[in-house]
Nanobody
Framework: QVQVVESGGGLVQAGGSLRLSCAHS????????MGWYRQAPGNERELVAM???????NYADSVKGRFTILRDYAFNTVYLQMNNLTPEDTAVYYC??????????WGKGMLVTVSS
């Protein structure tokens, strides 16, 4: 069973930065994409940022220019650099790994709280 482990969440003041990390235990060569999602209270889970095997990235409009998704060369680990955080970024953040042939693995999620 592939494990997805997230780290780096916590409490930060508005305008501050956080760096989230995520690593999965599956085959790096079979990783198709990795991404970050978030779910705020009362809201559905939404895509924050994603990076593919080929290096293509996709961001939610609300985080463009503030968040950056980075990957390691092997593609076992991704990072989410979050700058200029606002209270609206408060949510539980989940990491996702998509591995061939078409399996999706999720982390347990971690809380990011941005205080005003």
């Amino acid at each position: 069973q592939v494990q997805v482990v997230e780290s780096g969440g916590g409490l930060v003041q508005a305008g501050g930065s956080l760096r989230l990390s995520c690593a999965h235990s599956g085959s790096a060569s079979r990783t198709i994409a990795m991404g970050w999602y978030r779910q705020a209270p009362g809201n559905e889970r939404e895509l924050v940022a994603m990076v593919t095997r080929g290096g293509n990235t996709n961001y939610a409009d609300s985080v463009k220019g503030r968040f950056t998704i980075l990957r390691d060369y092997a593609f076992n680990t991704v990072y989410l650099q979050m700058n200029n955080l606002t209270p609206e970024d408060t949510a539980v953040y989940y990491c996702n790994a998509r591995v061939e042939p078409s399996a999706y693995y999720w982390g347990k999620g971690m809380l990011v709280t941005v205080s005003s």
